[in-house]
Nanobody
């Protein structure tokens, strides 16, 4: 059983910052392929898939959605089972539920990989 627990969401004004955290536990998950994804309000009902915001890939390099490049930074703790997302210069368009996610252990990943395991999410609301 894999558990991913996010924290750090909240309400902030445009231009502000938040830092999301995710703690992974259990057995059989990857610490090499981890990422943050988001879904804007109402989009799930419309059938719109979650958006990959930031990913850490097998080679250790991060990739970011164009919409967050230069503003968001993904990182891991020393033990690799904690994932962070530093979000600066937040915009109202960043308002969404943010999910931590990962793949099963042993997978290689690059580019726009899609996770198997998901957390419950943490809400980020940015007001103008």
């Amino acid at each position: 059983q894999v558990q991913l627990v996010e924290s750090g969401g909240g309400s902030v004004q445009a231009g502000g910052s938040l830092r999301l955290s995710c703690v992974a536990s259990g057995y059989g998950y990857s610490t090499r392929c981890m990422g943050w994804f988001r879904q804007a309000p109402g989009k799930e009902r419309e059938g719109v898939a979650r958006e990959g915001v930031a990913r850490i890939n097998s080679d250790g390099r991060p990739t970011y959605a164009d919409s967050v490049k230069g503003r968001f930074t993904i990182s891991q703790g020393n033990a690799k089972d904690t994932l962070y997302l530093q979000m600066n210069s937040l915009k109202p368009d960043d308002t969404a539920m943010y999910y931590c996610a990962t793949l099963p252990g042993g997978y290689d990943c690059s580019g726009s990989w899609w996770p198997r395991y998901w957390g419950q999410g943490t809400q980020v609301t940015v007001s103008s």
